[in-house]
């Protein structure tokens, strides 16, 4: 149980970590709510940044979802998720480049940018690891069951986790955006906005090599 | 790239204002028979220096007949989007191009006392990935840093028409072409935007042939010279709506959006009305419904001389016109300036009701009849030109050439460079320094001026001034 309380909190940790990362849109919902003079825009932003990486999240997870029905390659599919995402941080730590295709998205489709942005920058690919952690604890528990009822409880675990996530990550953006856009006042987008992109990088890593610990042991 | 954004990126315009007050502004060198090459001054405008007014540091360039014109920065405050990211940028180098000869240098001014060339992009690179020639206006957008030219191809520029081309933020490499669709548009000369709002405006002056060796003046008077504005869509790279301001507006040049992205509107200064020789200012907007709408709401007066007074080209007119040449909006969009370089004033306008500009200050230097002298007695050749404003509003700077091969027309005789400074009082009104003059080095006129830290002409701020 103990694992499985880590996992579902590492869930929700990722989620305020991407949340409170400028990268991932809270600047947007604060811009919103400036340019149209009401709060209220702010909410909606929020609203459409949540979407895009809720659907993003599932995007990712759900085809690892339907791989776990293939039991017998458990440890194969846990080492090939936790490589690619070492693989993406070591990318992301090298090349230090923007996707140019994002910047031609305009600023009407926050929802899209969300979906893009998280897929790009392996926000969703963080999850998957964790995922696939928590798909092995539940296998433990339940022992044997029908291979329908796997992919069930599996799809029912992505769902769980993505709308967790996001929840998590709207929660972390909405409540600084709300207080920049509310008590602290555009100053502080520039004071603390720190370059986190090694730092999400390094993220990326380590997420994928606890799964590959783990994979392994 | 820094861990921090770069101290002097702001949010919005109001932040900017209050940002420090610059020390050193960057003025372009041009050497107007090409004998020398061009050169960037540093010029300290700190009052409590001992070199106030002084040229700190020079680069001088490795080639000849360059022709500086404009210039801009590697990042402003526009790295700041909240949706592109680029925050970590530093304001580091300025991009200058060379309308004349279409080579662009890259400046590294991080220590601006020992500032010096860090790249060189080759014309031969320019018309090679672009097409274009005649390198003008700078701005760093969403999709890196867009250059405006005056030229298409060929040798003469006039092998298809000219646009904007998009290099990259960091390594300066020339990525491609701006435009997807560009519509009628077939010339070029200036463009700016509102980046929340996602549109772009641009502007025309003439083509190569109309301007390299002087102006053409029966183009002119037969309304050849571009009289037209474009609106794009910026993310698209299509242009939605073309404004023609009537064909005897001719040369509209500079685009001045307001600085608050709230704010739908901009200004565009007109050189010449053919008709009775005014200058005038158009103030364009954006409906809710998208489309755009222009009204002429400044026009200048010319005023009547002595042929004897005038220069070839003028003396059939017996008027001397405004020549609005450069126009410059103020940080909190109140104060909008307006060079006359012909008869030799520079205007301030109170634009707060941007529909209803009213006469707030000026000055008189220079002119083509006046002549008039800065307070400290010095001749100022030609008259007022690029105008550049201090983020706080409070000083404005300015040189005095428009373009070599016009300067000689307008203004027969060598006029020097020069670059002067004005105090702009609690309620308008403007007040030349009497103790900024700047000497320049023998043989060069003076262009564009970029202000440390940023100015009113470069940057571009994504959040409201609230």
Redesign the interface.
């Known amino acids: 149980m103990t694992s499985t309380a880590g996992l579902w909190l590492a869930v929700v940790l990722s989620g305020a970590y991407h949340g409170l990362n ?2 991932m ?1 809270w ?2 919902a ?2 919103s709510a ?2 149209e ?1 009401r709060q209220s825009a702010l909410w909606q932003a929020l609203a459409a940044l949540a979407g895009g990486h809720f659907v993003a999240m599932l995007g990712v997870l759900l085809p690892f979802a339907l791989m776990t029905v293939l039991v017998d390659y458990q440890k194969e599919i846990r080492i090939g998720a936790a490589l690619i995402v070492i693989g993406m941080g070591l990318f992301i730590a090298i090349t ?1 480049r ?1 996707p ?1 295709f ?7 489709k926050l929802a899209l ?1 969300s979906f893009l942005v998280a897929l790009a920058h392996g926000a969703a690919l963080m999850l998957v690891p964790i995922y696939l952690g928590l798909c092995a604890v539940d296998e433990l528990d339940a022992g044997h069951q029908a291979i329908s009822r796997i992919m069930t409880t599996n799809t029912l675990l992505v769902l769980g986790v993505a709308a967790l996530h996001t929840a998590a990550m709207v929660l972390g953006g909405g409540l600084l955006a709300f207080a920049v856009y509310r008590w602290l006042g ?2 502080v ?3 603390s ?3 986190l ?1 090694l730092i999400w990088a390094l993220s990326l890593i380590l997420v994928g090599g606890l799964g590959l610990w783990s994979a392994l042991g | ?5 770069d ?1 002097t ?4 315009a109001k ?1 900017a204002m209050e940002g420090p007050t610059e020390t050193l502004a960057f003025t372009l060198m041009l050497s107007p028979d090409f004998s020398q090459p061009d050169g960037l001054a540093v010029v300290n405008v700190d009052p409590t220096s001992d070199d106030f007014g002084k040229i700190v540091h020079q680069v001088i360039m490795p080639e000849k007949g360059d022709e500086f014109h404009h210039f801009g920065w590697n990042a402003c405050s526009s790295a ?1 989007s ?7 940028l530093e304001r580091r180098y300025l991009i200058i191009p060379g309308i004349r000869s279409s080579r662009i240098y890259i400046i590294d001014v991080k220590n601006p006392l020992e500032a010096k060339i860090h790249k060189i992009i080759e014309p031969e690179e320019v018309f090679a990935k672009t097409g274009y020639s005649r390198p003008h206006t700078i701005h760093c957008g ?2 890196g840093i867009y250059v405006s030219t005056l030229g298409g191809g060929g040798p003469d520029g006039t092998d298809g028409p000219p646009g904007i081309f998009i290099m990259d933020c960091e390594s300066f490499e020339i990525i491609g072409r701006y435009e997807i669709e560009r519509g009628v548009q077939d010339k070029h000369y200036d463009f700016w935007w509102n ?4 549109y772009m405006v641009s502007s025309e002056w003439g083509l190569p042939p109309q301007f390299e060796n002087g102006i053409v003046a029966e183009d002119l008077l037969s309304n050849k010279y571009g009289h037209r504005i474009h609106f794009w ?1 910026l ?2 790279r299509t242009n939605i709506q073309t404004i023609d301001l009537g064909e005897n507006h001719q040369m509209a040049l500079e685009i001045r959006p307001a600085h608050d ?2 704010k739908q509107y901009g200004f565009c200064g007109v050189v010449v009305d053919t008709t009775n020789l005014q200058g005038a200012i158009f103030t364009w907007w954006r409906n809710d419904d998208g489309t755009f709408e222009a009204k002429k709401t400044i026009t200048i007066d010319p005023q009547p001389a002595d042929p004897n007074d005038l220069p070839d080209l003028l003396k059939g007119f017996s008027a001397v016109p405004p020549l609005v040449t450069d126009i410059d909006l103020s940080l909190d969009d109140k104060y909008l300036y307006v060079s006359c370089w012909g008869t030799g004033e520079m205007h301030q306008y109170d634009v707060s009701d941007p529909m209803n500009p009213k006469l707030a200050g000026m000055v008189e230097i220079g002119g083509i009849v006046k002549k008039t002298k800065h307070p400290n007695g010095q001749n100022f050749g030609y008259g007022p030109q690029m105008v550049e404003i201090s983020r706080d509003g409070k000083r404005v700077y300015w040189t005095n050439s428009l373009y070599s091969t016009w300067d000689d027309q307008f203004y027969p005789g060598e006029g020097g460079a020069a670059m002067v400074k004005a105090d702009v009082g609690e309620n308008g009104g403007l007040t030349l320094d009497p103790k900024f003059w700047v000497a320049f080095p023998d043989g060069y006129r003076s262009h564009q001026i970029r202000l440390e830290g940023g100015d009113c002409s470069t940057d571009s701020f ?3 001034s ?1």
């Open positions: 400028p990268g849109g600047p947007l604060v811009s400036l340019m003079q230090r923007h140019r994002l910047s031609r998205i305009p600023p009407s940018w555009l100053q987008l520039t004071r906005w720190f370059n992109e | 790239m820094n861990t921090r954004p101290p990126f702001y949010p919005s932040l700041l909240p949706l592109t990211g680029h925050a970590f969403p999709e980046l929340p709002r996602d869509n993310r698209n992205p709230v994504c959040y409201p609230v």
